[in-house]
């Protein structure tokens, strides 16, 4: 008796929280942030995360002057400065003290930013300096930049070959002609059924070096690929994600796509690191298909109790937070894949006027 009143309390409950309270909490911003904020905590994770990573990506720029996603952010924009057309006389006042401070704060650091970043950061800067007329702003920063860069070593601070805006040189162009670039596109479906054999590191990596081409909001490529292909790992990491069921056993191995929400200094960006993410991954999946491999998409849902386990599984950081998993093997001949019929051209394509 005891138990199906309280059942029935449940439904209710259930039923008001998740039916009816909506029902009036939609219409206003404010009860909607009360229905989040009291109700129902589906937010509460990426709240988390954006402000972990905003705390983060605030005190590298504003306490220490050290901020790298900052820096790469700036040096595109100063980049955008170089190209203009007309370009300015004098730009980037607004920004370039705080770009000076945080490449003396990369520069400085022991750490593993690639050398090559390193030149287009000087690079950039370089040219800035060069090409911006006289302006007690830019004239304080330059003396500073130029300090820092006679102290650094020649790969660092030579302009040759700069790594600087340039036009594209035509006749380097690809040969790939539509109808392969589409047969491509084709060809890749998602497979599921893998042949039991190890995936060559090698592949994968060259797949990842298309995958990094890929455009991202302010070159700042705010994601990692954590890459699963250890036998034992592997059957762990393959349960975590909720669409493997069936297939699972089959997936030789898993690339967790993981997003940083620390490139940001603001809510208004929070998105980005599922934009960039998925636009390099299908330039991954697409990579992996030249060179003999195969994958399959997998949804990574927000379930705490799944954020968890993954969190602790690649012992990410609070403002990390995985987007997407991507299983991979070399295609089975004999697994069948999905026909998966795409929306019709005139149903997805919609030109105004
Ligand atoms: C973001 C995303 C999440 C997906 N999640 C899963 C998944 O959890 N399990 C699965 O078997 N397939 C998953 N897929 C694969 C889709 O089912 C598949 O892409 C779709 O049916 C179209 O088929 P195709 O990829 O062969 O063109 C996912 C695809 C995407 C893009």
Redesign the pocket.
Known sequence: MANTLRNKLGRFKKHFLEVKLPQYCYKSGFLSSLYYAFFNRSFNRENKAVLAGKVKHIKEAVNLKSNYFLLVRNTHRIEKGLLMRPRKEVFATAFIAETVDSYIGVMGKKDDTDNLQKKWFTDVLTEYFNVCQPHPVVDRQKERFLNVHARQSPVNGQLEGGAIPYLRNVSDFSSISYEEFYKLNRQ???V?WFLDKPVDRALIDKAILAAIQAPSACNRQPFEYHIVDDKELLQTVVEL????KG?AHSIQAMIVAVGNLDAYFDERDRHLIYIDA?LANMSLMLALETLGLAS????WPDIEEREVKMAKFLKLQPYQRPI?CIGIGYPDPQGM??Y?E?RPLDVVRKYLG
């Open positions: 890749r479906r998602s599921r994600p909720m669409g493997t297939y998925s399959c998409p997998i949804n997407m894949v999905a998966s795409k």
